[in-house]
């Protein structure tokens, strides 16, 4: 099994709705980072999460780390074309990054 | 924005050819690293490297892979012999602390293919 799980897959959602990503970490997470890939580009940072309970904002995207520190979620708002890519998370493991399987979000208007 | 950029964007060798991968960190940026992506898969660590010297390594990172810094900006990863399952995607990152301070900005990333 995957140190990080992602869910849904794929996601494909109408402009304006709303929708949610999972990561749950089979261990303990340190530092949770949401990134976003446009399709064959790098990564883009959105968010990072450090502590249990946290939850961050920026723009329609919220993040929040739960209190056991072991899966956290990604919320859109109003969803936009814009908003289509993979969104990955990745856990710090020291000197690394490990990510999850990837959740590919179209939108389609 | 300050960005990492890495050179080239796509790059085609023959099997057994070494392969050398660029990457301009950002200027201020004291940790470094590599990740790969083969097509379809996730996004994998390769190997961090800082002060001069690697901090930690994968199981991918073989003998065939080595990392240096030759200048102040420069950062490059050296296949030595390239195999058919090296093509991939290869991402350049760098951070100004180690991880649990500040997140890794990543390049857009070098597309190897290995004939």
């Known amino acids: 099994s995957q140190e990080l799980e992602q869910s849904p897959q794929s996601l494909i959602v109408q402009e304006g709705k709303n929708l949610t990503i999972n990561c749950t970490s089979s261990?303990?997470?340190?530092?949770l980072y949401w990134y976003k890939q446009k399709y064959g580009e790098g990564l883009i940072f959105l968010m990072m999460?450090?502590?249990?309970?946290e939850e961050k904002s920026h723009e329609k995207i919220t993040a929040k780390l739960d209190e056991k520190k072991q899966q956290s979620s990604l919320h859109i708002t109003a969803s936009q074309p814009s908003h289509a890519g993979i969104y990955l998370c990745?856990?710090?493991?020291?000197?690394?990054?490990?990510f999850g399987t990837g959740t590919r979000l179209q939108v389609f208007p | 924005e300050p960005e990492v950029t890495q050179t080239p964007s796509h790059q085609v060798t023959q099997m057994g050819q070494e392969v050398i991968l660029r990457c301009v960190p950002i200027?201020?940026?004291?940790?470094f690293y590599w990740y790969r992506q083969i097509l379809g898969q996730k996004v994998e660590f390769l190997v961090s490297?800082?002060?001069?010297?690697?901090?930690?390594k994968s199981e991918i990172f073989d003998d065939q892979f080595s990392v240096e810094r030759p200048d102040g900006s420069n950062f490059t990863l050296k296949i030595r012999s390239t195999k058919l399952e090296d093509s991939a995607m290869y991402f350049c990152?760098?951070?100004?602390?180690?991880?649990?301070?500040?997140?890794?900005?990543f390049g857009d990333g070098t597309r190897l293919s290995i004939l």
């Open positions: 261990k303990t997470l340190y530092g």
């Open positions: 990745g856990a710090d493991r020291g000197d690394k990054l490990i």
């Open positions: 990152a760098s951070s100004q602390q180690g991880i649990r301070n500040q997140p890794q900005h």
């Open positions: 200027s201020n940026h004291l940790y």
């Open positions: 999460l450090q502590k249990g309970g």
């Open positions: 490297f800082y002060n001069n010297e690697i901090s930690e």
